[in-house]
């Protein structure tokens, strides 16, 4: 047999079926993904190191410890972040107001129960205080409807659609208190203290807003 013809038998030979098939890749997709990582690490690492064999024992060892570090980090992160989800879901289910003799208090008892609590250092009733403070301001000017089994989410949803820079300042001042109040922050009286100037301020702002003509006032308790 020529050589020609030897080259053509072989052409067709290892262009036929079987023989393809013998040659694909029968690795599995997390296979496949692993040798590129390792590739890409060992690559990466022996432009950075000159004295970085890869394939060797030392070398492999690196490129494992290094994607177990990045593997544990991305699993701590994703435990963190789920975490997080659940609880500021959990919180926006809370309610602000638990009875109804705290929707039937004006906002300045509020404030001076939360003054006192202050002042005697139990700084979580004191925050429930001036935050509950706003919401019956808020509720006064008919910016809000103040009931028992609203949210803050329920209320942040009403204001913004009347006023979004006051919904937005309401959003963070509803945050502190919900970290506060459900999420076990701890806090100072530096904090507090900065916290009951911003429900002041906030108070005084929605005050200067004009009540709405045929306000017939009331907070409802249903």
Do not use: C
């Amino acid at each position: 047999m020529s050589n020609d013809n030897a080259k053509e038998k072989l052409i067709e030979i290892t262009e036929r079926e079987e023989y393809q098939v013998y040659y694909e890749d029968h690795r599995s997709f997390l296979e496949r993904i692993w040798n590129q990582v390792t590739s890409w690490l060992n690559n990466l690492l022996s432009q950075m190191f000159d004295s970085f064999e890869a394939g060797s024992t030392a070398g492999s060892t690196i490129v494992y410890t290094i994607i177990g570090v990045l593997v544990l980090a991305f699993m701590i992160g994703l435990v963190l972040l789920t975490t997080n989800i659940i609880r500021k879901q959990q919180v926006r289910r809370q309610r602000p107001f638990q009875s109804t003799a705290e929707l039937e208090w004006d906002y300045k008892k509020h404030l001076h129960a939360g003054k006192e609590a202050m002042d005697n250092e139990r700084y979580r009733v004191a925050t429930r205080h001036f935050f509950l403070a706003l919401l019956l301001q808020l509720d006064t000017k008919q910016l809000v409807k103040a009931k028992k089994w609203k949210t803050n989410w329920d209320y942040f949803d009403e204001i913004r659609h009347t006023n979004q820079t006051l919904a937005d300042d309401f959003d963070q001042l509803a945050l502190f208190f919900d970290r506060v109040t459900y999420g076990e922050q701890s806090t100072t009286l530096s904090s507090i203290q900065d916290y009951y100037e911003k429900i002041l301020n906030k108070i005084e702002e929605i005050d200067r807003i004009r009540e709405p003509k045929g306000n017939e006032g009331g907070i409802t308790n249903d």
